[in-house]
């Protein structure tokens, strides 16, 4: 058994992983700006300042053997920081350096840094991406977990400190928010959409697979200075997911085609060039190596990640 202080725990994937700790028999230390916003029953909260680099952890890490990083600066859909890069480094990489060094001042042993495939750069062409590939981050978000990613590797030579890194793709589940959660609202109402002829392909990770990883990766001595790409092993092109959410919905998917270059051009016209590229794009891994590693194989199939996550949302009464 040991004791995890979880940071970001009220968070999308906080919310998965905080209970998938306790099950396995580890004790959690949630760590939340906002207790009583955090919604997380059952679990020792530690409140915390806003992550940046004068956060006192002191408290928070009192005890504790291992700390699995969540907290973050995402993706902003609609940005309104004068200066989006400085915020994002001031969370991302700054917070995440005075975390670790306080986490070498507390004797914790080992440290789990929840990164991203943005790291690795923003679409593959011929090849899944793989760790080996040099980091291309492409967007300030990107940037700033490469840098945190350095700042670890950096502290844990000179301290000791056990880093393990993992990228994941887009994670979805129970709780999950933002464009995924456009998607499922989308899927319910079955418009007809012009995206049949897509012939992308996308990795994903579901978050109960995701939770697993984290637990293998605390405990797997191997792990120990580690960067891992980690997905649900199974890519799907846009309108197969769709059809996969849709589905899970008892829905139907009205799909119809239209050439990608006029979808381009429509995107450019109303403003939204970037998210057609995402629709367009493919995005892949290669997970290969924490499975070769530490044996690690996620436990649900893709489907069945989006059947929980589908019965979750449908339970909400959200249209």
């Known amino acids: 058994m040991t004791r995890v202080l979880v940071t970001g725990a009220g968070g999308f994937f906080g919310r998965t992983l905080c209970p998938a700790l306790l099950a396995a028999g580890h004790d959690v230390s949630a760590a939340v700006r906002d207790p009583a916003a955090a919604g997380l029953g059952g679990l020792e909260i530690c409140p915390v300042t806003d992550i940046g680099p004068d956060t006192d952890w002191g408290e928070a890490l009192s005890g504790v053997?291992?700390?699995?990083?969540?907290?973050?600066?995402?993706?902003?859909?609609?940005?309104?920081?004068?200066?989006?890069?400085?915020?994002?480094?001031?969370?991302?990489?700054?917070?995440?350096?005075?975390?670790?060094?306080?986490?070498?001042?507390?004797?914790?042993?080992?440290?789990?840094?929840?990164?991203t495939v943005k790291v690795n750069g923003e679409k593959t062409e011929a090849a899944p991406f793989s760790e080996n590939d040099p980091p291309a981050p492409?967007?300030?978000?990107?940037?700033?977990?490469?840098?945190a990613e350095k700042t670890l590797a950096g502290?844990?030579?000179?301290?000791?400190?056990?880093t393990v890194i993992l990228r994941s793709p887009l994670i979805y589940g129970e709780n999950v928010k933002g464009r995924f959660l456009s998607l499922l609202k989308l899927c319910r109402k079955a418009p007809p959409l012009p995206l049949g002829g897509i012939a992308n392909r996308r990795s994903m990770i579901y978050a109960g697979n995701l939770a697993d990883a984290v637990i293998h990766c605390l405990a797997h001595p191997d792990a120990?200075?580690?960067?891992?790409l980690v997905g649900d092993g199974e890519d799907v092109s846009t309108p197969e997911l769709i059809r996969r959410v849709a589905g899970a919905l008892r829905r139907p998917a009205r799909l119809f085609t239209v050439p990608s270059v006029i979808l381009r051009l429509a995107g450019g016209m109303v403003g939204q060039s970037a998210a057609v590229a995402r629709l367009l794009g493919s995005l892949q891994i290669d997970d290969?190596?924490?499975?070769?590693?530490?044996?690690?194989?996620?436990?649900?199939?893709?489907?069945?990640?989006?059947?929980?996550?589908?019965?979750?949302?449908?339970?909400?009464?959200?249209?």
Do not use: C
């Not at 967007?139 to 977990?145: E, I, N, P, R, V």
């Not at 070769?292 to 199939?301: K, S």
């Open 65 to 115: 053997e291992a700390v699995v990083h969540l907290a973050a600066r995402v993706d902003v859909i609609n940005e309104t920081a004068a200066d989006p890069l400085a915020e994002y480094r001031g969370i991302n990489r700054d917070g995440t350096r005075r975390l670790a060094q306080a986490a070498v001042e507390a004797g914790i042993r080992r440290l789990l840094f929840l990164s």
């Open 138 to 147: 492409a967007d300030a978000y990107g940037l700033s977990k490469w840098e």
């Open 155 to 162: 502290i844990a030579a000179k301290s000791g400190l056990e």
């Open 224 to 228: 120990a200075g580690r960067t891992y």
């Open 288 to 319: 290969g190596r924490i499975r070769r590693e530490l044996g690690w194989t996620p436990p649900f199939a893709m489907l069945q990640g989006i059947e929980k996550m589908a019965a979750w949302f449908l339970s909400t009464g959200r249209s």
